[in-house]
């Protein structure tokens, strides 16, 4: 009987702690990087810089994508990136200084794709947030990539709204 309670108890304790079990999920592709507008780094070693905010990226998409039906796939085809600010060389230091004019933009494709591969919705855009630092409202206020995260967000909403699964 106890062995019986505490496996139930397990099972919906895995149940409630894995919301996304059952949720959409993404794939990104970052073609010629090197060609992008902006992915400088300042100070940071470009390879590490990359590395982690294509990895920050990434993890954000999938945040988005959790929020479409189960058995879905988000692909992406990433094309140019150019983060808020840019960097300026201060004596020794490099720097991003994000300014109003130095707004950020991302270009890319994606698929929306069911269970059986069939192609939901598919688009290319640029998406890119003229008013980025005019919101008082930014949710990533103290998030690395707070501006691009937010301008994805707007996205998201706008192209997959009628698709949303509310949490």
């Given at each position: 009987m106890?062995k019986s309670?505490?496996?139930?108890?397990l099972?919906?304790?895995g149940?409630l702690?894995?919301?996304?079990?059952?949720?959409?999920?993404?794939?990104?592709?970052?073609?010629?990087?090197?060609?992008?507008?902006?992915?400088?780094?300042?100070?940071?070693?470009?390879?590490?810089f990359?590395?982690?905010?294509?990895?920050?990226l990434?993890?954000?998409?999938?945040?988005l994508?959790?929020?479409?039906?189960?058995d879905?796939?988000?692909?992406i085809?990433v094309?140019?990136?150019?983060l808020?600010?840019?960097?300026?060389?201060?004596g020794?230091?490099?720097?991003r200084?994000?300014?109003?004019?130095?707004?950020?933009?991302?270009?890319?494709?994606?698929?929306?794709?069911?269970?059986?591969?069939?192609?939901?919705?598919?688009?290319e855009?640029v998406?890119?947030?003229?008013?980025?630092?005019s919101?008082?409202n930014l949710?990533y206020?103290?998030?690395?990539?707070?501006?691009?995260?937010?301008m994805?967000d707007?996205?998201?909403?706008?192209?997959?709204?009628t698709?949303?699964i509310?949490?």
């Amino acid at each position: 009987m106890k062995k019986s309670i505490l496996l139930i108890t397990l099972l919906s304790a895995g149940f409630l702690l894995s919301p996304n079990a059952f949720a959409a999920s993404s794939e990104v592709t970052w073609t010629d990087y090197k060609s992008y507008r902006d992915i400088d780094s300042g100070n940071e070693g470009r390879k590490s810089f990359r590395e982690r905010t294509f990895k920050d990226l990434e993890k954000h998409f999938a945040k988005l994508a959790a929020n479409l039906p189960a058995d879905q796939v988000l692909k992406i085809d990433v094309t140019d990136v150019d983060l808020a600010g840019d960097t300026h060389a201060a004596g020794i230091n490099r720097t991003r200084i994000v300014k109003q004019i130095y707004m950020p933009r991302m270009n890319f494709s994606y698929e929306l794709l069911d269970a059986n591969g069939k192609v939901i919705q598919s688009d290319e855009v640029v998406v890119k947030d003229m008013n980025f630092m005019s919101g008082s409202n930014l949710k990533y206020r103290s998030k690395s990539l707070g501006y691009e995260k937010k301008m994805l967000d707007d996205w998201f909403k706008d192209a997959f709204d009628t698709l949303i699964i509310e949490k």
